[in-house]
């Protein structure tokens, strides 16, 4: 069975530039998040779709983020304009619906590198 | 102040040794505890989950203390392979998923 793909696995891009990853979950995995880690911090949720609707997004640093997953598949975030703090590492997971703590499988994550 | 606090180590050990990583977490509504692994450049694998009573699985041990808001790893007869960062974990259930909180990480280096 295919694990989390993300892509691409590596971007440069400049300040200002708009740039967009694309996870695909593990198929029939409803929750997909997105995490980052920054350099020398630790991951941090992003937000968290159920299907296609946004259940927490509590973490999304401010509205240059955009995340959709239109037809509760395969999810996309934006970042427009990017900034130099935006670099990192963007992590996706998936997991299947379910009571209590069930484990997320992470993608391989996109580095991302804005100059 | 970090929800998750750990040392980032690195904690130099000889194969065959044994060796422990704590843990501490703030929030009280923390609902569930897991100690994942992340090799050098790859993404995070999950290695056991937590529980009060303690659990083991094979030289890795895992015990939650909820009083103290305290979990620690225990790796026994380390390898080679076991070099990577361990990535303390605690997670909120949130509408039909969780909310993973993470630490730094520990990083460990077995050597020869």
């Known amino acids: 069975e295919a694990g989390v793909t993300q892509f691409p696995s590596h971007s440069v891009i400049e300040k200002g530039q708009t740039v967009t990853l694309r996870c695909d979950p593990i198929?029939?995995?409803?929750?997909l998040y997105w995490y980052r880690r920054v350099m020398g911090k630790e991951i941090k949720f992003l937000l968290h779709?159920?299907?296609?609707?946004?259940?927490?997004e509590s973490g999304m640093p401010n509205n240059r983020f955009l995340a959709e997953r239109t037809g509760g598949t395969y999810s996309t975030l934006k970042v427009q304009p990017a900034e130099l703090e935006d670099s990192g590492v963007y992590f996706c997971?998936?997991?299947?619906?379910?009571?209590?703590?069930?484990?997320?499988?992470f993608g391989p994550g996109t580095r991302l590198t804005v100059t | 102040r970090k929800e998750v606090e750990q040392d980032p180590g690195p904690f130099n050990v000889p194969e065959g040794a044994t060796v422990a990583f704590n843990c501490t977490y703030s929030?009280?509504?923390?609902?569930?505890f897991f100690w994942y692994r992340q090799d050098c450049r790859k993404e995070p694998k999950l290695l056991m989950s937590?529980?009060?009573s303690g659990n083991e699985d094979g030289r890795f041990t895992a015990q939650l203390n909820r009083a103290s808001q305290y979990i620690s790893l225990l790796i026994r007869d380390s390898k080679l392979s076991d070099s990577a960062t361990y990535l303390c974990?605690?997670?909120?259930?949130?509408?039909?998923?969780?909310?993973?909180?993470f630490g730094t990480g520990t990083q460990l280096k077995v050597e020869l």
């Open positions: 997971a998936s997991s299947p619906l379910g009571d209590g703590a069930i484990e997320q499988y």
């Open positions: 198929s029939g995995h409803d929750n």
């Open positions: 779709f159920v299907k296609e609707s946004k259940q927490d």
């Open positions: 929030n009280s509504a923390s609902q569930s």
């Open positions: 937590v529980y009060s």
């Open positions: 974990v605690v997670n909120k259930i949130t509408g039909g998923g969780n909310k993973l909180t």
